[in-house]
């Protein structure tokens, strides 16, 4: 009888866990520290991580890292400091503060041979000998930077501290040795309460950086400063040039950076995965400021230390090629700037997800919905929060619709809150400002056939995926759902006036999707019933280009078939910074007229490339459509900063859906035109985003089972270097980086 194959791996694995377990056999506890077994053991992993340490598992969890001591040293070690912990009257177990992890850890790292970077010694170290033992020296200014729970100048004077001060809103905090640092120390240091606690001579947030005290490290002078040398980082040609401040640790570092928005880390670590950091602040093009907006309070220090020592770069266009991310809910206005900060948040690059342009306070009672966003200045991102990426998988291209292809059966729906965040209130709704009382107007259609107008819903992105059209209202900020219904393939209805939308002007959101003025919320079944099957092929056409723009497959996995990450959110960031520079001044909404590179790419296009043939459509073309009214005609605030920031923004309104049907306006039949997806690729495709068995697994290969995925996928098969970091966030920031080996071998796709 011939077997099918999977059935050797799997009922070998099988019979090794009965002997195992039959000898009394215990999971080793390494592996479940790192997920390096079966599904359950993963999830076993995960919880573990959610948890303080005992001090038995701080020292096995070492031993296996990074000491690997002789079984008889190990013990020696282990029963000194049973002692020491017996003398100063503490019971053996858990650490109960961060004094007590830190001794612990200190005790295990300063008994470990690390190795120095290439030319330190202690006497060209710039912060003292003391320094490297506790903290991290800045080579280049001479400050020696301290985890949470040391202080001095030196970092050896301990304070009482608890890690829970500095954890903001979902940040998670536990005393762990490796709390997801900043690229992993790129194994130049260990991580200690998510502060990189470099070896000696290495230094940066991330231990990137040393210093070429001999010279002739790729051609440069004695003393200059190195990113990741003897690694071969090379610098990207196309740039643009990314310099990283690195303030000490508690400026931004003592508190939690991940929360529920991870975008100020994952550009920390992709600007260098992609070839773009530089050293050297003089040949810079932008300057990165890193740390989390929404939470922080050491913004302050922050600009006085920029001032102290870098003062001359932030004059050199008054902080205008400066850059920030501010992922919270209202983006420069969530937080009250002291008088010392204002000035130079007002002149910096913010990338948020809050795009308000005209100040709305007093018509939605509310302060923080006043002009947020500056157009031509700021950058409107994509919202990067992991709860969305599980919905992703249902999109209509992803490559498991050819086993499961999803039927649109709605044309148009909405699942939410109403009247506020986690709110089971109906309308009428107490506050005015929630969603701009757009929820509220939608919630009147419940019962119209064809909508689904729904509080929760066991699964959105399926529901949004068997939608035609998904309203993508705000919520009290910004909203998530106009990207999660772009990139599950629905087309996204707009109805927020003066709310700039993610990558605006680059993406015209009403050739994808439809933007309806406020005031035209009434007549939302009338505008949506009368687009006829030719306008929504169309805009399908355009949709599957923009939910590309707008993903981050690099970062979390391929969502699409063929997908190359070439296009993806991080690479048209890049691109915008790249086309900015390339042309100071020109309004953004002019970029892609002169600049016909950036225009391709927009249009997911190689450039000076065209797209692979397609079918003939021999469909009688409709008669041309009047052309669609521009925003500013509607909107009931004339003459705003949009007029002049977005003069192509168009919304759909009755009486354009009245102009294009003769007079009357109802549901069309669908003639079922599907979407060109053969853009011409060049790159490697990405492996596929996986949530179910929190793996990437490559989409072409063959069909095997959830069971034997399981089984048998081990790390090193197309999956990210420590792929089962708690929230779900891939250090290195790219899923093309190897799973093993340095961040330089990523590929560039941009």
């Known amino acids: 009888m011939k077997l099918p194959l999977l059935w050797w791996p799997q009922n070998i694995i099988l019979l090794m866990a009965f002997l195992m377990n039959a000898q009394g056999f215990k999971h080793d506890l390494f592996e479940e520290l790192w997920g390096l077994g ?33 079984s008889e040293t190990f013990g020696q070690y282990q029963a000194e400091y049973r002692r020491r912990v017996a003398d100063a009257g503490r019971s053996w177990g858990t650490p109960k503060t961060d004094e007590e992890f830190l001794d612990i850890y200190y005790f295990l790292r300063n008994r470990t041979q690390v190795p120095n970077a290439l030319g330190w010694t202690p006497e060209r170290d710039k912060c003292g000998p003391v320094c490297h033992l506790y903290g991290t020296c800045n080579q280049e200014l001479g400050i020696c930077g301290c985890p949470r729970g040391r202080m001095g100048p030196d970092c050896a004077t301990t304070v009482p501290t608890s890690c829970r001060e500095f954890c903001q809103h979902d940040g998670l905090c536990y005393r762990m040795i490796r709390e997801w640092c900043i690229n992993e120390c790129n194994d130049r240091g260990t991580c200690v309460g998510g502060v990189c606690h470099c070896y000696p001579g290495y230094f940066g947030a ?75 602040p003089a040949k810079a093009d932008y300057f990165f400021i890193p740390g989390c907006g929404r939470g922080c309070n050491k913004w302050d220090k922050k600009f006085e230390f920029i001032l102290e020592h870098y003062g001359q770069y932030w004059k050199r266009n008054h902080g205008r090629d400066h850059v920030m991310t501010h992922a ?56 990067m929060c992991g709860d969305m990426y599980p919905q992703f998988e249902y999109n209509i291209w992803h490559p498991n619709r050819k086993h499961s292809p999803i039927n649109k059966t709605i044309l148009a729906s909405v699942t939410g809150s109403i009247c506020g965040w986690n709110s089971v209130e109906e309308p009428p709704c107490r506050n005015r400002f929630y969603s701009l009382g757009v929820r509220a107007a939608l919630w009147q259609l419940r019962s119209t056939p064809g909508f689904h107008i729904a509080k929760r819903v066991p699964n959105i992105g399926l529901s949004m995926a068997e939608s035609e059209f998904c309203f993508s209202p705000t919520g009290a900020g910004y909203g998530k759902r106009n990207v999660i219904s772009t990139t599950v393939g629905c087309m996204p209805v707009i109805i927020s006036d003066h709310v700039t939308q993610p990558y605006e002007p680059f993406l015209n959101w009403n050739e994808f999707g439809v933007w309806i003025p406020e005031s035209d919320v009434a007549d939302t079944e009338v505008i949506l019933k009368g687009l ?179 089984e048998n996928m081990r790390p090193g098969q197309c999956m990210p270097k420590d792929g089962y970091r708690l929230p779900g966030f891939p250090p290195g920031g790219s899923i093309t980086c190897p799973p093993t080996g340095p961040i330089t071998k990523c590929a560039w796709n941009v």
């Open 206 to 280: 991330d231990c990137s950086l040393s210093i070429d005290y001999d010279g002739g490290q790729g051609g440069r002078a004695p003393g200059a400063t190195v990113l990741l040398a003897g690694l071969g980082y090379t610098d990207n040609p196309r740039g643009p040039r990314i310099y990283m401040y690195e303030f000490p640790p508690e400026m931004h570092l003592w508190s939690h950076l991940w929360l529920d928005r991870p975008l100020n880390v994952i550009l920390w670590e992709r600007f260098m995965s992609l070839g773009l950091r530089e050293v050297d």
């Open 328 to 383: 919270g809910d209202w983006g420069r206005c969530e937080r009250s700037w002291t008088d010392f900060s204002s000035p130079f948040i007002l002149n910096m690059t913010v990338l948020q997800h809050w795009g308000i342009t005209v100040d709305r306070s007093t018509e939605m009672s509310h302060s923080l919905f006043n002009s947020c966003y500056i157009p031509n200045q700021d950058i409107l991102v994509p919202p």
């Open 532 to 710: 006829n099957p030719q306008i929504k092929k169309a805009k399908m056409e355009k949709l599957y280009c923009a939910a590309r723009h707008l993903a981050f497959t690099t970062v979390y996995g391929g969502l699409f078939e063929g997908d190359t990450g070439e296009f993806d959110a991080i690479a048209t960031l890049v691109h915008i910074l790249r086309t900015r520079k390339r042309h100071p001044g020109v309004p953004d909404h002019k970029l892609m007229e002169i600049d016909s590179e950036f225009a391709d790419f927009m249009a997911c296009k190689h450039h000076n490339s065209t797209s692979a043939a397609t079918d003939i459509d021999d469909t009688p073309a409709p008669p041309p459509a009047p052309p669609l009214p521009l925003a500013g005609i509607t909107n009931k605030i004339q003459n705003t900063i949009d007029d002049e920031a977005y003069p192509e923004r168009t919304v759909t309104t009755a009486q354009w859906i009245r102009a294009l049907t003769g007079g009357h306006a109802g549901p069309a039949k669908d003639d079922g035109g599907g979407v060109d997806r053969q853009a011409t690729t060049r790159a490697s495709q990405l492996c596929l985003f996986n949530s179910k068995v929190v793996l990437y697994t490559p989409y072409d290969g063959p069909d095997i089972s959830e069971r034997a995925i399981n």
């Open 38 to 70: 079966k599904s359950e053991i993963r999830w076993r992993s995960r919880q573990l991580l959610t948890r303080d340490l005992t001090m038995d598992e701080l020292f096995g969890y070492w031993q296996k890292m990074y000491g690997r001591w002789p």
